[in-house]
């Protein structure tokens, strides 16, 4: 042993040591081989598969096996797959009760105005006109509501700037090596997620509304107090 080094891993640390090229190849008959090579690919996409299998086709398969991130490390592959299980749960939750926030306003303005609709209604405006009214009017709310949102939660992270994990975790987690500093940011797939979930929530909080408000008889509903 001529010394000692950090590996980043907790799990390395403890189970690996470091060999000159020739000394592990001496060491385990390799000759002039080596037992694994890691490529690493210049992007962040789990799907692997198209550079996985060009590597086989590159390669004899007979005398070498080739594997992805996820087949190296399934618990890590695991973890991921929880974890996303559990935010669409969490996603259908805040789904619900925002459709239902959005549906009780859109009910109490559309009752509210029943006597306008009325008017409208009887001086000529069809019943689709009034149909992509409310729906409009429910994806205004929803827009302004959403970009408030964004806006505050960039400002907080903006302001906030870093956080410190390191309490959290230790070295690595599943053997993955983890960072003690997170750098807070809006991403913008996340966003354009959102996005879609406020924009199909607001329509499908504003639908019945807005088809009863649609629906309405004229005479009746001009005559509503």
Do not use: C
């Not at 390395?12 to 008959?29: C, I, K, P, R, Y």
């Not at 797959?81 to 749960?89: E, G, I, M, T």
């Amino acid at each position: 042993v001529v010394g000692t080094a950090d590996a980043g891993s907790a799990e390395a640390n403890e189970t690996a040591v470091f060999l000159h090229l020739a000394d592990a190849q001496s060491f385990f008959a390799l000759g002039g081989g080596v037992h694994q090579v890691i490529v690493r690919l210049p992007t962040d996409e789990e799907d692997l598969s198209h550079p996985v299998s060009l590597l086989r086709g590159a390669i004899d398969v007979s005398r070498l096996e080739v594997m992805a991130w996820d087949e190296i490390l399934p618990e890590l592959k695991g973890a991921l797959d929880a974890k996303r299980r559990n935010s669409r749960l969490i996603n259908l939750i805040v789904f619900l009760i925002v459709a239902l926030g959005v549906l009780n306003t859109m009910t109490m303005s559309t009752f509210e105005r029943t006597r306008e609709f009325g008017v409208m209604a009887s001086l000529g405006t069809r019943r689709r006109r009034i149909l992509g009214m409310v729906l409009l009017e429910a994806l205004l709310q929803g827009a302004i509501g959403f970009s408030a949102g964004l806006f505050i939660a960039w400002a907080l992270l903006h302001g906030i700037g870093t956080a410190d994990i390191g309490g959290l975790v230790s070295g690595d987690m599943l053997g993955a090596p983890m960072p003690t500093t997170l750098r807070l940011s809006v991403m913008p797939g996340p966003v354009a997620a959102a996005a879609l979930t406020a924009l199909l929530t607001v329509v499908a909080g504003g639908l019945a509304p807005a088809i009863r408000a649609s629906r309405l008889k004229p005479v009746e509903a001009a005559r509503y107090v």
